[in-house]
């Protein structure tokens, strides 16, 4: 009986366990370093030298998340402790040893500025330039990390007269009308209704997103109710190849669906017309999230989350026309022409004595602009629905690798746009040791192949 071998594919947790200098410089010929050394590069050539290797700096603080060092103290500790370390992190002999301060008046400047975001997108495009990135579905989800700050203790609430109970008269609900207009129009882009985000430019809503650490809850899979102080990660993810393709960092107490939007136009300004489908979970259940998926030409996949909604009569759970006997019609196909979803009679029609009756109708055919929500393609509860749904799991997955690999609940900064700098610096650094371990896998099928 012959034995075949089966090739085992080269991972992260095989990146990890290479030698420094071979991991350390496979990971950055993925990115060129240059973007964040012009921030600290001279403008003329009078004045004092430059004391400091910035460049070194820079890649030091990428080994740093690699070799999960935990604080930057035990990095300047290691640099003076280990030559071979300091000469891997690009440090030449005669240079001195940055110190604490130093770090932390480079990592203000670079959190200040958006060359991360830059860099992120440039990689992206690296790697679909090469062929790693082939996927047409997203998954997006979020992910939440505590904060270094200390939690603010909550104000007093201010005791208010109790409201009249019954119908306003005209004046007073003009004047209510007249205030709440005024409160929306004061109301920042995040505190306004997700439909206002269709209109938004996509720079105005990766601006003005809220990022000072605050209180978030969630509910655990016990059903019970979770407390962090600190921030939401918000990932899109490419289901195959899992490359971060977009994300932002929020404050913990923002809804995940109110993110959906921006990394759908990031994406979409990224790689125009690339992506077809977005699968998301039933929080982003959302009709302007449809509308935008709607816009990007692109397939959506979302549970119904039903919010104190009547029963939809004629029809089941998944919004499929039932019959006179309540039994479900089949998913039949989708007239893209038109945005039409097809169902046929059940199965159960075949013996039933009322199916040469007016009541019992052969087709079903129904326009998804009938309802966005309840009307999708793929139809809820299709085979082709339930298989793209399990690729979901690949957002979780990245989720895992970012907090399990690289130190992404290990923030050692206070404020928000430092903690920005850390999320953007882990997810940098996840996508260039992910495109590695792809440049290192094709070089193995090619040596594969040659022999």
Not at 142 to 149: I, K, L, N, Q, V
Not at 220 to 245: D, M, P, R
Not at 298 to 322: K, L, S
Not at 396 to 406: G, W
Request: net charge neutral; proline share 4%; charged share 25%.
């Amino acid at each position: 009986m012959t034995i075949v071998k089966q090739i085992s594919l080269f991972d992260i947790q095989d990146l990890f366990e290479m030698q420094n200098s071979h991991r350390f410089d496979a990971i950055f010929s993925t990115f060129d370093v240059q973007p964040i050394f012009n921030l600290f590069s001279k403008k003329t050539m009078r004045g004092a030298p430059r004391e400091l290797n910035y460049g070194a700096m820079i890649q030091s603080l990428i080994i740093r998340i690699v070799e999960r060092i935990p604080t930057i103290k035990d990095l300047v500790k290691r640099l003076v402790n280990d030559p071979l370390f300091r000469l891997d992190c690009g440090f030449l002999i005669s240079d001195v040893v940055p110190s604490e301060a130093s770090y932390s008046r480079m990592i203000d400047i670079v959190s200040q500025s958006d060359v991360l975001d830059q860099m992120q997108d440039t990689l992206i495009q690296t790697a679909m330039s090469e062929g790693f990135l082939c996927d047409e579905h997203i998954a997006i989800d979020a992910t939440h990390f505590e904060s270094r700050d200390a939690s603010k203790p909550s104000e007093k609430k201010v005791s208010t007269i109790p409201k009249k109970r019954g119908r306003k008269s005209k004046e007073e609900r003009e004047a209510w009308l007249i205030e709440q207009a005024e409160i929306e129009a004061n109301q920042s882009t995040y505190e306004k209704e997700i439909k206002h985000q269709l209109d938004i430019p996509l720079e105005t809503l990766w601006q003005d997103a809220p990022i000072e650490p605050n209180w978030g809850i969630k509910k655990n899979s016990e059903g019970k109710n979770t407390f962090w102080f600190g921030f939401k990660g918000h990932l899109a993810v490419a289901t195959k190849s899992q490359y971060i393709v977009s994300r932002l960092m929020t404050s913990a107490n923002l809804s995940d669906s109110k993110v959906a939007i921006p990394l759908l136009k990031r994406a979409e300004s990224l790689l125009p017309s690339y992506f077809t489908t977005a699968i998301l979970d039933a929080g982003y259940d959302y009709e302007p999230i449809y509308r935008q998926l709607q816009n990007n030409q692109m397939r959506t996949v979302i549970p119904y989350n039903v919010r104190n909604e009547g029963e939809y009569v004629g029809y089941d759970e998944y919004f499929r026309p039932t019959c006179v006997r309540e039994h479900s019609y089949c998913y039949d196909s989708f007239d893209a022409k038109y945005q039409t979803l097809k169902f046929t009679r059940p199965k159960e029609c075949a013996t039933c004595p009322l199916r040469e009756d007016s009541l019992c109708q052969r087709v079903f055919k129904i326009k998804c602009e009938t309802d966005i929500r309840k009307f999708t393609y793929p139809a809820r509860g299709s085979e082709l629905w339930k298989q793209l749904y399990k690729e979901r799991t690949a957002v979780e997955r990245v989720n895992a690798y970012l907090k399990q690999y690289f130190q992404l609940e290990n923030v050692r900064h206070r404020t928000g746009i430092k903690g920005k700098f850390h999320f953007n610096l882990v997810t940098f650094i996840y996508n260039a040791c992910k495109l590695a371990v792809d440049r290192i896998n094709e070089s193995l099928n090619s040596q594969n192949r040659a022999a």
